[in-house]
């Protein structure tokens, strides 16, 4: 069974740079779009962006200047890196992992909170 | 880009029916996928592909779509039910994954 695990900073100053770690266990890396997704405290789920196994990426068009997400096959992990970021940007991160349109697997979430 | 449509809350009593709905342009076009999340929790996949069940999703929850909606149904709703659920597709427009604002489901 897949299991994905994130990690990072849970607090990060303004203007700065999150950056998170998603660790995906139990099943290859390989194939399949892996996301990001963030819920700001009480708010919906908005996707960020994924990136595929190969290395090609997708990201939302409203966070598309301040986003990067990589990826490193060989360590079956992928990353975030949220740059110049405000109180706006105070979320519980999930990374997951896109199969024909849905997400199955998530993992269990972190809080990142923006403050000085 | 596309934009999903969900009530903020829908209250049932235990032991009836709620239907949860997911508004959209033309929705029957496309599969939805709903997603349960309980408080303090990660979302879950409860539907996809606008009606099949993962295993572990109980055979009370279904779901369909037609037209311009597409909606989510608990039967016999249990207090255990209590959650916020949110609806997806992929908008083949702009190449992403949209969600609905999510629907609060309380049982009274």
């Known amino acids: 069974q897949v299991q994905l695990q994130e990690s990072g900073p849970g607090l990060v100053k303004p203007s700065e740079t999150l950056s998170l770690t998603c660790t995906v266990s139990?099943?290859?890396?390989?194939?399949?779009?892996w996301n990001w997704i963030r819920q700001s405290p009480g708010k919906g789920l908005e996707w960020i962006g994924d990136i595929y196994y190969s290395g090609s990426t997708n990201y939302n068009p409203s966070l598309k200047s301040r986003v990067t997400i990589s990826i490193d096959t060989s360590k079956t992990h992928f990353s975030l890196n949220l740059t110049s970021v405000t109180a706006a940007d105070t979320a519980v991160y999930y990374c997951?992992?896109?199969?024909?349109?849905?997400?199955?697997?998530w993992g269990q979430g972190t809080l990142v909170t923006v403050s000085s | 880009s596309y934009v999903l449509t969900q009530p903020p809350s829908v209250s049932v009593a235990p032991g009836k029916t709620a239907r949860i709905t997911c508004g959209g342009n033309n929705i029957e076009s496309k599969s939805v996928h709903w997603y349960q999340q309980m408080p303090g929790q990660g979302p879950v996949l409860v539907i996809y592909y606008n009606k099949d069940r993962p295993s572990g999703t109980p055979e009370r929850f279904s779901g369909s779509n037609s037209g311009n909606t597409a909606t989510l149904t608990i039967s016999r709703v249990e207090a255990g039910d209590e959650a916020d659920f949110y609806c997806q597709v992929w908008d083949s427009g702009s190449d992403h994954p949209v969600f609905g604002g999510g629907t609060r489901l309380t049982v009274l």
């Open positions: 139990g099943g290859s890396i390989s194939s399949y779009y």
């Open positions: 997951a992992r896109l199969a024909q349109g849905h997400f199955k697997h």
